[in-house]
């Protein structure tokens, strides 16, 4: 009995999704469980399991766009032994008859779709190609190993002389479907805000000092490290509660002013930018706050966050310090009303006193949605971070 293979559904708002990869090959028998494909939709991939045991046949090729519902592959169930295992047991059984027939009584090669796909563009003949699937079909793998036919060159008259050191190659990748969703809403928030972006400086050494005095300690206690990114979570947090409308968005006629702050971090990933989001982190102390950033990113960027993970942010924290980054005007993530930059620690001359001293400067910038936020809260919401930063010890104070 064949059981059909349909797109589930991801999410309430997700009508479309692309089929990225398969990880079975056509006619492969697979066990329930198993991984068939990966699925992308617009904010995140899932991967598709086996409902049951049985025989793949693959009805669609890799990149294929889907709307939910639609049927993908089928699995042909089979009772006793797997058809591989039968297979084998009827070679081993008939070895004369095999090694007797007759060249002409041999099936005709059928690759999978994807590898089909591959010989068609290489223009690779199926007789030319030796598969190693099951029984004798071509895989993907083959069809990538396969080399074209090599082709005669007409002579040319007058051969033009082209520096081999020279390259005219043009490489086309296909976008996938998280990058156009970034694409589309970065647009949407240059496009539909009143976008503008205040700076301001921070002198990392008091908050580098605690970290080098306790960082040993606080991976004993707590067993996570102790970053640079639970003080900024913080310190925003704490900052929101002279200026909540920092953490406000609009909603029509409304300003919507959460009494929570759920953080979101700005995470990179081989998919592109994610946003996971840390639920309540005015409430979470600097060790919660960073095991939750781990869970996240390591999730997100082993391609395994979900969508609810990454909805209702009300604040956005991101850090292009890490890629070296000195300044930037971060693009806000709507309907959120402001985010805050982190870059690069550098050296730079410093007065302390009446005195130049050489100190760890990081530049900070908050972008922020003018027609919700004005300048006295933007500019006063980043001056509270710096000076929360720059006397860390208020943050556990709580002063």
């Not at 999410?11 to 079975?24: F, N, Q, R």
């Not at 909540?244 to 930018?273: C, F, H, R, W």
Request: with cysteine; net charge negative.
């Amino acid at each position: 009995m064949a059981i059909e293979i349909k797109i589930p559904t991801i999410g309430e708002s997700i009508t479309e999704v692309t089929l990225v990869a398969w990880h079975k090959e056509d006619g492969e028998f697979v066990e329930e469980g198993d991984i068939l494909c990966d699925i992308e939709s617009d904010k995140a991939t899932v991967e598709l399991p086996a409902e049951s045991s049985g025989t793949l046949s693959i009805k669609v090729e890799e990149g294929t766009d889907l709307a939910i519902g639609a049927v993908i592959a089928s699995l042909e169930e089979e009772a006793g032994t797997p058809k591989k295992e039968a297979t084998e047991s009827t070679e081993k059984s008939a070895p004369t008859a095999t090694a007797n027939a007759p060249q002409s009584d041999k099936e005709v090669k059928h690759p999978s779709p994807a590898a089909k796909k591959i010989l068609d563009e290489k223009g690779v003949s199926l007789e030319l190609v030796n598969g190693t699937g099951k029984d004798g079909r071509i895989t993907k793998e083959d069809a990538l190993n396969a080399k074209a036919p090599s082709k005669e060159k007409a002579p040319q008259a007058t051969p033009v002389q082209i520096s081999e050191s020279f390259s005219r190659d043009v490489q086309r990748e296909k976008m996938t479907r998280l990058r156009k969703t970034i694409a589309s809403r970065l647009t949407e928030a240059k496009n539909s805000t009143a976008m503008l972006t205040t700076f301001n400086e921070v002198d990392m050494k008091p908050l580098m000092d605690l970290r080098s005095k306790y960082k040993d300690q606080f991976l004993d206690t707590h067993g996570v490290k102790l970053g640079f990114m639970s003080f900024f979570t913080k310190a925003c947090t704490l900052a929101m509660k002279k200026h909540p409308l920092v953490n406000a968005m609009i909603d029509g006629d409304e300003l919507v002013i959460p009494q929570y702050v759920d953080t979101g971090i700005a995470v990179s990933s081989d998919k592109g930018l994610v946003v996971p989001v840390v639920r309540n982190s005015e409430s979470l102390s600097l060790a919660q706050i960073e095991s939750e950033i781990l869970r996240l990113a390591k999730k997100a960027r082993d391609g395994k966050i979900t969508i609810d993970e990454m909805s209702g942010g009300t604040f956005t924290i991101t850090n292009g310090g890490v890629f070296g980054s000195m300044l930037s005007t971060p693009i806000l993530n709507i309907p959120q009303s402001a985010i805050l930059g982190m870059h690069n620690i550098v050296k730079r001359p410093w007065v302390v006193g009446d005195k130049i001293e050489i100190r760890p400067i990081m530049y900070v910038a908050l972008s922020y949605d003018h027609r919700v936020i004005d300048g006295k809260d933007s500019v006063g919401f980043l001056k509270t971070v710096k000076e929360l930063l720059e006397d860390p010890s208020r943050m556990l104070l709580g002063v």
